[in-house]
């Protein structure tokens, strides 16, 4: 008993902690409460010899990304010699960063799921994040399951939640017949790791076609997290514009087959706005937001409005431009200088993707 309570008590310390520095989107170098959550199936919970995952507790789907992490280290040598050279980092930070800036929250306010006061830790099945992430946590790891990658000789269930079910699939099979395409490029990313970490052909090969093949899955994921857009009316017209562009920030990533491990993540993670932008709210100047933050927003808003200005030709020409090893270097360097430079004029972009695409 004494146990719970000390570790009741530090996930709260936690959660305070995390919402007052809003510069911080890791615990000791890690995603949020890394340290507290289970790496291993067996320490989840089991009912009659079926471990049964609760998704909706965040700890739990945190487990999730750790438990893919510990299983994949083995086949990503290619990334590198350091543990956190693992390109599926990013989603674990990604979630974090979620529950940080508070966006697990049950946005209608019907109740208080992912406040203090209602349990830190619930998840709400009404948030449009935590649906989202839902594609992005849940479904790798079914299809890691499906694969061999995790739990052989264990029984895993999918706990669904109590509300807003339908939009949730909670087994592989349940999510092929729902989203055929996402589970067969989930499912195509973790078959080629394994074949891939043992193929003779150079390092930098094996790394190319496993981040390839690991962005096409994310890229279906974010695809079929459409099914969440009803949750959208709960939000600000700002919050409803940074989602979609956040949702559409994959496609201009996975085309440079971004290596998205721990460090590189923190990078384009820790600018992402700390709390959920409200009416009123107007780029590049919103108070409570850091000038980061606030840059950061500025240029998703700024892209988001050019490609819709140009009929969504501006991703298309960003991914015409990715074509080679060495433009998609040059396009990494440019989000980078999106992102994170304050100085970089955005205007000029159309200029340099015209120059690159020139080289394809």
Sequence with gaps: MAHM??????????????HANAAEITENGYPILWEKSPGQLTELPSVDDVIVINPWNYLQRMSLHKIMLNATDMYM?????????????????????????????????????GKETGGPMCVSPKSWWACVNYYLSVIPFLAAVETGIV???????????????????????D?????????SKWETFFLALKNLSSADIPQFEKKDQILGYMWEAQQASMHAGSKCKERLKHYSTLEVT???????????????RFHSNMERSKLFTSPLPSKILREGDKPPNIPGLSSEENHTLYVFTWMDSMNTLLGGTLVQMWESAMCSEKTREKG???????????????????????????SC
Excluded: H
């Design 5 to 18: 309570l000390s570790l009741k008590a530090a996930i709260l310390l936690s959660f305070c902690s995390l």
């Design 77 to 113: 040598t290619s990334m590198g010699e350091n543990a956190t050279e693992n390109p599926l980092w990013g989603l674990p930070l990604q979630l974090g960063w979620i529950l940080k800036s508070g966006r697990l929250v049950d946005p209608s306010g019907v109740n208080s799921c």
């Design 151 to 173: 739990g052989q000789g264990f029984k895993i269930q999918i706990q669904a939640p109590s509300e807003e079910s339908e939009d949730y699939c909670v087994s592989f099979s």
């Design 175 to 183: 999510c092929t017949s729902k989203q055929p395409e996402m589970m």
């Design 242 to 256: 940074f989602s979609r562009s956040w949702m559409k920030s994959v496609d201009y990533v996975a085309a440079t």
């Design 332 to 358: 990494q360097a440019l989000l980078q200088d999106l992102v994170l430079d304050p100085k970089f004029v955005v205007s000029g972009l159309f200029t340099i993707l015209i120059e690159m695409g020139s």
